[in-house]
């Protein structure tokens, strides 16, 4: 009889985003590994967009709590907890579900023989569990699969009177773990750096795609008044580059850049309230070089949009930290399209790296790159071709889903 694996993650589908993906591989392809698993999730996703078609049923998968009344007591104390996160600055829902969760975690480990847990994050209330079930039952092994790098991380808006509460938890954390999984080398490097007593813990498990869902390009519709350069996806804060905006504005000035040259379009729920030039923005908008689709669709409606772009656009930006620690999850679906992409990102980033090995036709713009870096990056993707091309075999064998599972399998066995 194949070894139990535990995962934990409070997010699952059908919250839809990029935080399922390493705990619904994990479930699926683990047993190609030689393991059995057990999925521990919620089963209420407060604030967040859920697509009700991604549903895993299997007997396997616990989403907790259970029953009616629990979810509906759930469901206020997460509302609850969500108000009070965004006034201290954070956005780490499961807390409450952390509760529920150690509970059928103990029932389970008493009843069953469980090789090992694997814990994923964001969010923290997966790690959070899985220390308290480690501190109780020391003999588990426990991998922690991080998404998201934790303290260091940009996009964690914590106020000073909390940081010090996460730097003691991902000091516990890395204490107790006898795996640590960072989601890129620069994140690993990181680690290593911060906790050198931890190197032989620290393995990478990057982000990648799951070979079953079929994705490939389609014809682009003819009758478009311009090409298109699609980003699909939210567009939030840092993630916004002002100095790509400021060189569309600039191209479309000198003329060098005419309406029914090229359109991009933000296709997702987007904020641009760090607009430096917003008029700008808006004679762009209004010129047809910009157009803003700012809705939330599900995930098979998104791919169809990039599946008929011309270009692909990835903004990999950390602004003002210019870090270097994560990889935008779309990249890897874009990679498979095959058409050409426009990635703006820091020199030597994990993006760079994936794009270079990708042999997917790019252009990638140092996101502090200067003015004219921007102009040639813009008017250099205006030449190439957009018939598909094949990514290279070494992307497809090293960011398949299945492969990815079989390193944390090997991390399990270690």
Known sequence: MAEKVLILSYYFPPMNGPATQHPLWFFRFLPEHGFETVALTSSIYSGENTDPASVLTSSNVYRLPEGPWSRKLAGLLSAAELHIQIRMGLWEHGFIWSWFARRKSAKILKREAIAAIVSTSPSLAGHWTAYRLKKKFPHLRWIADFQDPFVGNPFRRTKPAFRGIESWMEREFFAAADILSANTNTVAAMWQERYPQYRDKIVITWGGFDAEEAMAARP???????????????????????????????????????????????????????????????????????????????????????????????????????????????????????????????????????????????????????????????????????????????????????????????????
């Open 220 to 414: 682009i519709p003819t009758g478009r008044p311009a090409r298109i350069l699609s980003h699909v996806g939210a567009v939030y804060g840092g993630r916004l580059s002002n100095p790509f905006l400021d060189s569309l504005y600039r191209l479309w000035q000198q003329n060098q850049l005419r309406p029914g040259d090229l359109t991009v379009e933000f296709f997702g729920s987007n904020d641009f309230s760090t607009l430096t030039s917003p008029e700008n923005f808006e004679k762009l908008c209004a010129a047809g070089i910009i157009q803003v689709r700012n809705t939330y669709v599900p995930r098979q409606e998104a791919l169809r949009v990039c599946e008929e772009a011309d270009f692909l656009f990835v903004l990999d930006v950390t602004y003002p930290h210019n870090t270097k620690f994560q990889v935008p999850s779309k990249l890897f679906d874009y990679i498979r399209i095959g058409r050409p992409i426009l990635a703006i990102t820091p020199k030597g980033s994990p993006t760079e790296y994936i794009l270079a090995g990708s042999g997917i036709p790019h252009v990638t713009i140092d996101t502090e790159g200067p003015a004219e870096a921007y102009d040639k990056g813009i008017l250099r993707l205006l030449e190439l071709s957009q018939t598909p091309q094949q990514p290279s075999q070494w992307f497809m064998d090293t960011f398949d889903a299945r492969q990815l599972a079989g390193g944390i399998a090997k991390a399990i066995r270690r």
